[in-house]
């Protein structure tokens, strides 16, 4: 049979590059996989690995993408038209932070890639504002599915892809792993995240965060209890593990992550080829 | 993975060590469900030398839970290792499993 393996990156924020390491491990071993899922924070490494970016770049480009600055500037009318809708005519979606810089730092690797350009079939999560369900974006701009996916709620306002206006995957699907066993996989390597609190609530964006990271773990808890359950082949949890806390915008600790990511793989690797062979000689 | 099988008072003791996983899952799966059927449906798993589960794992351990529970017994963990730990708690494991930091107080639990 041949036997496809799946990575799952879920959401997580600066986390999420412990991803690398994973990936670097998996290199190193000649694993290779047939599909790349991400949601939220995961997004954005799912489709630096797809597009084929080797890791050095990835590295360099996560500096870029996670900067204090993508949060800095306030979204002021959308933050007006929450507290007087009539007089500044409020539409339905809200962010209170301003995504001018964000768009500017997606634009480098993700701008006008589509996920045919992707080496590796990519799969991206979001969630639709309109009804609650889980999107799953495997066509037309890798942008504007990243995008979306990280779209977290009061933050950013959402994005409108295919006429469907999108947020934060990890309102409904944190960690995919059930866009996987959907697609065929018999191997799942899962990395997910608690989605950290902010060391202090200081302002109206951190407590957004800080609400948003609440329901995020449960629901994370509650799909992947259901999804392990539900899977007939195997899921193999890949959690790393960090001794310090890692915030929302610890991008000092960038390599520490990516070291964690790859030691927590490096450990699970011996049993992954032990698997791959028996599925093989099936 | 090995597993081995004691007699604690009215306590069934499986001890685990190693990994489980889906290629050892349905061995340790079997050793309760042998044990159950025994009548054995106290049962205490000692995971003090498990250092990692996947899925097929958690799908071993609840099946024993419920075939436990179905038979006015129990399915106990003690002494469960960090990694082991985080993989239960993520999948909610932690709310309906009970957890004990070692084989006596899991024994115990059971009034033994």
Known sequence: MTRRVALVIGAGSVKCAAALGLWRALNRHGIELSMVVGCSGGSLYAALMALGYDLETCERMTRQLWTREVTSERNTRGILAAIFPRLFRFDGKFGMVHDRAMGKALAGPYGGRTFADATIPLHVVATDLENGQRVVLSEGSIFDAVRASIAIPYVWRPWQVNGRWLMDGCMSDPLPVDVAMREGADVILAMGFESPYPRKVKSATRYAFQVNSIYTNNLLRANFAFHNLAHHAEIIPILPEFDRQIGLFSTDQIPYVIEEGERATEAQIPYLKRLLAELDAR | ?112
């Open chain 2, 1 to 112: 993975m090995e597993s081995s099988v004691e007699q604690v008072g009215n306590v069934t003791l499986v001890r685990v060590s190693g990994s489980v996983d889906g290629l050892t899952a349905d061995s340790l799966q079997t050793t309760f469900r042998e044990q159950v059927d025994a009548g054995a449906v106290r049962l205490v798993g000692d995971l003090g030398g498990v250092e990692y589960t996947s899925s097929a794992g958690l799908r071993a351990l609840l099946a024993t839970l419920k075939l436990a529970r179905q038979r006015g017994g129990d399915l106990r963990l003690a002494a469960v290792q960090p990694a082991v730990f985080r993989v239960l708690e993520l999948s909610g494991f932690t709310t309906i499993l009970k957890l004990f930091p070692d084989v006596d107080a899991a024994v115990k639990s059971f009034g033994a």
